[in-house]
């Protein structure tokens, strides 16, 4: 028979017992509930996640899952995770509605190798150094006023282009047109930053432009090491020296340029209309008034980002494989290398959009022969096309905003969520990585007509469209029209990167006649990856050259390289 001792300890027992499982049952339905308020996700396999939904092309990829599950999706490889977003009402509430929260790039994890730390403008999180740069970016370094004092620059440099293109006729030699628009703006931009040319000099330009793309391929090949979690920290492979190496090397020579620069400025030689980049840096650093004390590492991280861009394909040094793929997505997911830094900014962005404007244009005779007959007829036959007649030429404007639209040089723009807040019913945690696919944005047919269609004619006024240019400007307030982000973290290079593509397109329509073999087009496959370059970019041979200046008939012979 049971004493009341032994009915109370049963009592308990249950009591204990029932507790448990309410507790427990409590928990697994709070749980479900704020599961069920994440953002949809296609169904994972353990341990890769989604890696074997994901096709070449990210954004093309994300873009076909986003059809499927929804503007705002979570995407997951291994164990980490980040939600995309893919259409414009998304876009406007990361951009607009909660600006501030998404105003943060992520951390860049392997990044004890990169001697500048805490000096890069591009991923820095949202604070005073970002917003110091900021500031200094848009009233002085890239404001308008500054890039107008370097017209002249950048005419010459689209000459040299011309020249460069007429002298592979002249020794009929191919013309990589890749090659020669990215010559173009790496030359561009260096003169306008430091005074110095990249190429066609044996200066220490070139020496700088090597350096970088070494440093860029030993941090490709350190993300190997990423994989490896925890042990990488052994580099078994030497690479994270070496990249120390590389970049001290940099340092030393982009040391020796500041010397050179500060020596000019006390001899009094810095002309004051003409102070480039690196000067108008130098006097904010000497200046004991300036808001912030600039270091001259934030001034040799600038130069690095700005100057100089490399795609994914140019640092990696490893075949187009699955193996690539692998490793671009798990860095998209876990920024582990600071390839951010240089993917948005500077130069490889501008020249990869000129030559999907030539592909473009030269499969699509009619708009070519349009554009080709708007300048004629603003410039005439006896000279360039020059920026100033780029007001003037509204097809021009309109050929390029079509190219953006279609192959936006950075189709993923990667933020971070600082708070945990809501967006299109779904719960986004602080810390979380946001992409904005704005590749599938500027895709969407509920946004745009025949969207995968190169149609400029919708960016003119007339069109029927009415989109009209003016609402589609590069301040990123249209929000199905983001070629260069928006909000804080917009782009601060737009108008050079306008400037530059106009002339330069302009003036490759106005001289040469551009052919595909056996009336082929141009092969505008996407290449792999996140970036946004062509899988298979053409090589030209000249069929006929006529005049020392205007006209040249030029013939792809060699669809890829
Ligand atoms: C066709 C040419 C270009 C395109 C399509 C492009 C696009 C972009 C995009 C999409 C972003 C991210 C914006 C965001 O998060 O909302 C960005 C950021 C940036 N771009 Fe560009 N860009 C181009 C050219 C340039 C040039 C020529 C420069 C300067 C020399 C430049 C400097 C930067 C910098 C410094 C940032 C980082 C801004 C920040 O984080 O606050 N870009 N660009």
Partial sequence: MATPDMLYYLLFLLWFITALLVHFFIKTFLKSR?????????????????????????????????????????????????????????????FKNQDLNFSSRPEFGSSEYFIYRGSRFVTAQYGDYWR?????????????????????IRDEEKVKLVESVMGCAREGKLCDLSSELTALTNNTICRMSMSTRCSGSDNDADQIKRLVKTCLQLAGKLSLGDILGPFRIFDFSGNGNKLVGALKEYDRLVERIITEHEE??????????RKDL??????????????????????????????????LQNYVDLPHSYIYLFLQLWELLTSTICVQDIFFAGTDTSSAAMQWAMG??????????????????????????????????????????????????????????????????????????????????????????????????????????????????????????????????????????????????????????????????????????????????????????????????????????
């Fill in 34 to 94: 704020s599961q069920n308020s994440l953002p949809p996700s296609p169904p994972a396999i353990p341990v890769i996640g989604h890696l074997h939904l994901i096709g070449s092309v990210l954004a093309k990829s994300f873009q076909i899952l986003a059809n499927r599950y929804g503007p705002l999706m979570q995407i997951r490889l291994g164990a980490s995770t980040c939600v995309v977003a893919s259409n414009a009402a998304v876009a406007k509430e990361i």
């Fill in 132 to 152: 110091f740069m900021k500031k200094l970016c848009m009233t002085r370094l890239l404001a308008v006023p500054q890039l107008d004092k370097f017209t002249d």
């Fill in 264 to 273: 000019k400025a006390k001899k009094g030689f810095v002309e004051r209309e």
């Fill in 278 to 311: 690196m000067d108008i840096l130098l006097e904010i650093y000497n200046d004991p008034t300036a808001e912030l004390k600039l270091s001259k590492n934030d001034i040799k991280s600038f130069l690095l980002v700005s100057s100089f861009s490399f795609t």
């Fill in 360 to 561: 473009e244009l030269i499969n699509s005779p009619k708009a070519f022969k349009k554009l080709r007959d708007e300048i004629n007829t603003v410039v005439g036959p006896d000279r360039l096309v020059k920026e100033s007649d780029v007001p003037n030429l509204p097809y021009l404007r309109a050929v390029m905003r079509e190219t953006l639209r279609l192959h936006p040089s950075a189709p993923l723009i990667i933020r971070e969520c600082a708070e945990d807040c809501k967006i299109n019913g779904s719960v986004i945690k602080a810390k979380t990585r946001v992409l904005v696919n704005v590749y599938a944005v500027m895709r969407d047919p509920e946004s745009w007509t025949n969207p995968n269609e190169f149609m400029p004619e919708r960016f003119m006024e007339s069109s029927e469209e009415k989109i009209g240019e003016h609402q589609m400007e590069f301040k990123g307030q249209n929000f199905r029209y983001l070629p260069f982000g928006s909000g804080r973290r917009g782009c601060p290079g737009a108008s050079l990167a306008m400037m530059m593509m106009h002339a330069a397109v302009g003036a490759l329509v106005q001289c040469f006649d551009w052919e595909v073999k056996d009336g082929k087009k141009v092969d505008l496959t996407q290449g792999p990856g996140f970036a946004a370059e062509m899988a298979h970019p053409p090589v030209f041979e000249f069929l006929s050259y006529r005049h020392p200046l205007l006209f040249c008939t030029v013939r792809s012979i060699r669809i890829g390289r």
